[in-house]
């Protein structure tokens, strides 16, 4: 009863000249709520290909509901559902007709394949658009339909590649609820973000991964109490001016990055910082609490990525 629904071990993917997946373990447990974070090009979408069945694995042993997804893909396939990070929508059919349709795939009835879109369409607020053709929907309406779509078959198991990438704020938590309804009725998603908040809110635990490999796990607070001190100063100072801030800083124990312009100070003192830093009032700074964006940053570099 306590299997994980997937249990990766040395899960390794090469395609000519990239090693995109390079020997990741890591376990999904029944009902939570699992992320993966990653820069562009980390390695997520292979991941949850091969989860899907979809990209066949170069080495390590992936098992899905406690079977092999090279040995049981049907079975496995039956019991998930998979919102891609890019659109893959009929666009030649309605709305409505992309979830019908879909649904004859797992060889759903008609009577109950009316009723399940009609159900899933009032989920994701798209009832009003049902006989509308895709190519005339908005980005976020595309992805809420992908993700009716996902539960046609009422799965198990829900995998979602950046649900919410390119969505306006409205759009986006308007997701993020439905996930959190949707993990309510006892599913379990998967999915990939580089949206700190969106990770922050959703996900029980997380993995960090970049360049295929995996960099550290855990729930959203462990990762921020293992990597961040509590609070972060972003100052606006140049060179010279980030020499005198770290003579003013010298006595306080910190932590410090430069990027640009702005040097960051990650400390648990922030009385201290900001009595240190009174005496150079001419450089200005944003004092904000650690997120996990921070602890994603520290962790990945802040290098652009291809
Ligand atoms: N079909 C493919 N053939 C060759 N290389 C590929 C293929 N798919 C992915 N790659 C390479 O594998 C690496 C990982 O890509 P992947 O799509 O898994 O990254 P990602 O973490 O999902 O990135 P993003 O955030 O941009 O979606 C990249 O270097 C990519 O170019
Ligand atoms: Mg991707």
Redesign the pocket.
Known sequence: MNNPVIRASGIRKS??G?E??RGIDFEVRRGECFGIL??????????M?MVQGYTPLSGGELLVFGMSIEDRPRRIKARMGVVP?EDNLDPDLTVAENLRVYARYFDIRKKAAAEITGRLLEFVALTEKKDQRIPDLSGGMKRRLLIARALVNDPDLVIL??PTTGLDPQARHLIWQKLRGLKKTGSTLAL?T?NMDEAAQLCDRLVI?DH?LILDEGSPRQLLERHVRGSVFEFDAGEEQAGRLFGCLERIEHESETSGDTVFVYTDDAEAVLKQTSCFPEVGFLHRQATLEDVFLKLTGREL??
């Open positions: 395609y000519p990239v995109a997946v990653g820069p562009n090009g980390a390695g997520k979408t292979t991941t290909n990070q590649d950046e990939t580089h991964m295929g990525r291809e």
